[in-house]
């Protein structure tokens, strides 16, 4: 069956992996949902609607919504606790029920060792108004819902032409330090395509064999 796929967030990096694999494995017809639609490039009319709009705009958002039948969120933003309210209760109305969430490595303080610390120190674990501490309470948000999601923690990205990952559930320890892009990008395709496999699921993502005190790159 054909879905309507809102990607909120198009221009980004990760999204346009999926969006890459969406319109590779799927037929899937996407809602490319952003503020700066110009940013968008090689659209394919026949797959594709650009919608400008912005998150904390519960107008916006929920005309949006109410023509989709999956939401994925690939934001980055201060007041993402906010858009993280606005997007579930634009569903709730809409009676739209997953929502693929990208959310951040050591949210849950999941990280074991040196490079928990150091990706403590990084991000300001512990400090509620930190990068993390926002990012914590969005996902707070999404898994107090109703909604069949799936929560996406990634590893410090990087930019390889490479799909090679694993995972971990809430609760268990992170492993590696990095994944790609690519990767996680792919991962949301096939959360998409098979919902039942990861409904309600809060999910690490990094690289095997890349554990380490910090990311080998950085």
Request: net charge negative; hydrophobic share 35%; charged share 25%.
């Amino acid at each position: 069956m054909t879905k309507q796929v809102l990607i909120l967030g198009a221009t980004g990096k990760i999204a346009g992996h999926a969006i890459t694999a969406l319109l590779k494995k799927t037929d899937d017809h996407l809602l490319l949902f952003t503020r700066h639609p110009q940013n968008l490039t090689n659209v394919d009319d026949t797959r594709e609607t650009v919608i400008k709009g912005d998150t904390l705009k519960p107008a916006e958002l929920n005309a949006a919504v109410a023509k989709a039948d999956v939401v994925y969120a690939n934001l980055r933003n201060p007041q993402i606790e906010q858009q993280a309210q606005n997007i579930v209760k634009a569903m709730d109305q809409n009676g739209v029920k997953q929502l693929v969430w990208i959310s951040s490595i050591g949210i849950y303080n999941e990280v074991p060792g040196k490079f928990g610390e150091w990706n403590n120190e990084m991000l300001g674990g512990g400090q509620e108004d930190s990068y993390l501490g926002t990012y914590r309470k969005a996902a707070d948000v999404v898994s107090a819902s109703d909604l069949d999601y799936t929560i996406i923690r990634p590893a410090w990205l990087t930019d390889k032409d490479e799909v090679d990952y694993e995972t971990t559930k809430r609760g268990e320890s992170f492993k590696g330090t990095e994944v790609s892009r690519k990767s996680i990008g792919n991962l949301v395709e096939k959360i998409i395509a098979h919902p039942d496999k990861y409904v309600r699921q809060d999910l690490g993502v990094n690289k095997p064999h890349t554990a380490d005190d910090k990311p080998a790159w950085y």
